[in-house]
């Protein structure tokens, strides 16, 4: 089974930026769909972006599109959560997570979907 090892979170200011990576080993990204949920301290785990194993079919949650990018690189076995003009509300465990679909084009947007999962990386922003 695959494993999932995030990292790239830190403490930022409000308005900053932010790259995590999501390292994939033990099996290839190319046969997952990837995404990337984060859960606050008291509140549930909640989806934040997925991207089909095609790369063709890629989902935003609300408060994150224009702000936050996935993309996936099959060859360095890794996937990558660009973030933008981050706010205090962003702030979150940040955990990548594997889909083994058999479609291409799918990628699901429930903690049920995945299958495996990381360990997450604390994303903090201060006002």
């Known amino acids: 089974q695959v494993q999932l090892v995030e990292s790239g979170g830190e403490l930022v200011q409000a308005g900053g930026s932010l790259r995590l990576s999501c390292a994939a080993s033990r099996r290839t990204i190319s046969s997952y769909a990837m995404g990337w949920f984060r859960q606050a301290p008291g509140k549930e785990r909640e989806f934040v972006t997925g991207?089909?194993?095609?790369?063709?079919?890629?989902y935003y949650a609300d408060s994150v599109k224009g702000r936050f990018t996935i993309s996936r690189d099959n060859a360095k076995n890794t996937v990558y959560l660009q973030m933008y003009s981050l706010k205090p509300e962003d702030t979150a465990v940040y955990y990548c997570a594997a889909d083994p679909s058999l479609s291409s084009d799918y990628v699901g947007r429930s903690v049920e979907d995945f299958d495996y999962w990381g360990q997450g990386t604390q994303v903090s922003v201060s006002s």
């Open positions: 991207i089909s194993r095609s790369g063709g079919r890629i």
